[in-house]
């Protein structure tokens, strides 16, 4: 069912632009010991990273890409996990692997996303996920939640900041005040490697050394170690180029809001997308796929309890999201014109539901 | 303490010889999408290896590394592990971290490694882990072994071939008729891409998919995964390299014995060498260290259960090796000059313990 055009991925959310030049010339200085293992050890990173952080050098260590803490987490805290709906599915997809009881804390409301857990829910949780901002939506769990959550609960409490480099928002600075934080952050999305598979989490150093005894010597390859340390060395390089995206973002949300689809205000690396009803969100979203431009339904295992006539598109080049963006509105006129009203009449029938601010 | 000269790292065990013409531009090829994840997933490399080792496709899943799978095994299957003594220290290492119980069973019978459980110990144990060829020994233990522990336990029972390219000792056909039988094995020895992590396992596609779910979705990153694509592609090379690599080890060997110091008959890439006594081994170990030759002795974490005045000697390049032989053999003179003895009486007055066979 494919076209003959390029085939365009909208749905894994990396990142829409290329590592800086250091970063590729550090890969390729690299490969000149591939056959060793990285014996030599993650303190040169973990330290960058501590800077880039504002956190202690014993407070940092690096993962195989953000989801290998998730998956070691969950095996050392998760008996009884409390998570947040949607939210990104492989919190309960580890959870479940690993036999824990789960427990999903309804978050949408209309159609604003708000993390509020009762008290009952924070003393049954051994371990509590927030995705910060939230994936799908794009939204913000303000800091006054967090903090709420840290002190109303014995459980460990993970704050996934994985779109950070997106959102500029962190509780990075309650590391050294909450035992019970672990803070979650990847390479992937801001400085776009996410085939090489490079996350880290920021604790206390007790919950680091518990962790870092728990994972393999040498979780992180050769590879992802020497891009991770030129890619703090190009900060300036990764702000322009998340910058330039966030602008395509929001003229991205501007163009679906024009044509009477909902985009949620996005603070991440991808635009939430509410369809007036979910025959127009299927049509779009399956008319997009057989045109070679993958995103990601309510039908995608990616999310946990996300239903409605919703779409996450995630943020690809400039030119890749002006495709998207002539498919969506092309595919919207479509299913109106054979339902027999324009989507213009439709819009003036139904009032399009408020975007979360 | 380090000298001007080149320091070689014989200690963790790589490969003393470079990846395929073909791995590298597999590499290189891979690099064009790093921004984004793997998410064309293992399918095709899951096939090649299936192929490689004769096993159904749903008996292999990758790995980051064999060690990623040494914590997914122990997470799962872990609660009472049975080890043999002296290997590979991973399997203590992660059971201890996840609060395992953990028997060692003593292996080391003279200068023998033969790996004998008691009936006792396999009824008590739910996981076992054999390591062959034996690390750091060297040694095979003989499928007749592997098959009687195998069918008298209920443990499962996994078998570390991360050698299988030195020693071509399996027992991957096993996989289908034995459920209770996981194997291990890596692109880090044999396919020199320790850099990289790269490994996977073999199992009953019950056990694959139990551990399958346990992973992240991502845990190959696509350098790895285009890598091991490559090197399955470029087996004749890798066959060579081998056999060259056997060659220098034998030859290492060899020279091990002539000089009164007595290398175990080795099944893997690395040499296993006993010398007279504890004084002549700490001084040998710590001189080739001050002169920046890392090897690994009974002090390095890397073995459970390792005492004696061991050390093993990675394989490097012919020339590593040249300079070691060299290096050793002026350490050894040293110190028994200093003694007052020369080693050559030392050798008359003691005779050197057999190798095994």
Redesign the interface.
């Known amino acids: 069912m494919f076209t003959d055009k390029k085939i365009i991925?909208l749905?894994?959310s990396?990142?829409?632009?290329?590592?800086s030049p250091a970063v590729?010339d550090a890969?390729m200085e690299?490969?000149s010991?591939?056959?060793?293992?990285?014996?030599e050890g993650y303190d040169e990173l973990e330290g960058l990273i501590a800077e880039y952080c504002n956190v202690g050098r014993k407070n940092v260590m690096v993962t195989?890409?953000g989801?290998?803490a998730?998956?070691?987490i969950t095996?050392l805290y998760g008996s009884r996990v409390l998570i947040p709906a949607p939210t990104y599915g492989?919190y309960a997809?580890?959870a479940?692997?690993?036999g824990a009881e789960i427990r999903f804390s309804n978050s949408m409301h209309g159609d604003t996303y708000e993390v509020s857990f009762s008290d009952e829910e924070l003393g049954w949780a051994s371990l509590v996920w927030i995705c910060n901002p939230n994936n799908p939506t794009g939204t913000i769990v303000p800091r006054a939640t967090i903090t709420r959550v840290l002190e109303n609960t014995k459980a460990t409490v993970v704050v996934d900041e994985a779109y950070y480099e997106f959102s500029g928002t962190s509780v990075a600075d309650l590391v050294g005040s909450h035992d019970n934080l672990i803070i979650l952050r990847t390479f992937?999305k801001g400085f776009?490697?996410?085939?090489?598979?490079l996350g880290y989490i920021l604790a206390s150093s007790e919950v680091i050394n518990?962790i870092r005894?728990?994972?393999?010597?040498?979780?992180?390859?050769?590879?992802?170690r020497a891009?991770g340390i030129a890619a703090m060395k190009s900060r300036s390089y990764y702000s322009e180029r998340v910058e330039e995206a966030k602008r395509v973002r929001d003229d991205f949300e501007r163009h679906c809001n024009s044509i009477g689809i909902t985009a949620f205000k996005s603070n991440a690396g991808f635009v939430f997308v509410k369809f007036r009803d979910m025959g127009e969100m299927e049509y779009v979203h399956s008319t997009l796929m057989s045109n070679g431009l993958v995103t990601f339904g309510p039908s995608d295992s990616e999310f946990s309890g996300l239903s409605g006539p919703y779409v996450r598109i995630a943020l690809g080049s400039k030119n890749d999201m002006e495709r998207a963006k002539s498919e969506i509105s092309k595919a919207v006129a479509d299913y109106w014109a054979e339902k027999g009203r324009s989507p213009e009449n439709k819009m003036q029938l139904q009032e399009p539901p408020e975007a979360e601010g």
């Open positions: 991925h749905g894994y990396g990142a829409g632009y290329d590592p590729m890969i690299s490969l010991k591939i056959n060793s293992y990285p014996y195989n890409g989801d290998e998730i998956g070691i095996a492989e997809y580890l479940r692997s690993r992937s776009g490697i996410a085939g090489l598979r518990r005894n728990a994972k393999q010597e040498f979780n992180v390859s050769r590879v992802a891009a």
